[in-house]
């Protein structure tokens, strides 16, 4: 699982680690458990999918949204709107 931004930031799943190369740095994130999925809104916040719910990373901040709050099973992808609604795809 991998995404460039337009920023020309890179985010990349090896294993359940989640990483982000900008600017020549390599930072390690760590979502629970992993991440399953990766999009990019029009505000330029990264999402990520994992197996407890999504992450929001934007301004340097990071948001959830429980998994209490999705449907059941893995999130397999997400596709953010312009308008800002976001679109969850589940397997399972």
């Known amino acids: ?30 979502p629970t458990g992993g991440a399953s999925c990766l999009a990019e809104d029009a505000e330029g916040g990264v999402w990520v999918g994992t197996p407890t719910g999504v992450l929001r990373h934007y301004a340097g901040q990071t948001s ?18 312009r308008n ?5 795809g589940v397997y399972g």
């Open 1 to 30: 699982v991998a995404l460039s931004t337009r920023t020309g930031a890179l985010w990349f799943v090896a294993g359940s680690r989640l990483f982000r190369w900008e600017d020549g740095n390599l930072r390690q994130l760590s």
């Open 64 to 81: 959830e949204v429980p998994y209490k709050d999705l449907p059941p099973g893995r999130l397999s992808a997400i596709v953010p709107e």
């Open 84 to 88: 800002g609604a976001l679109w969850l």
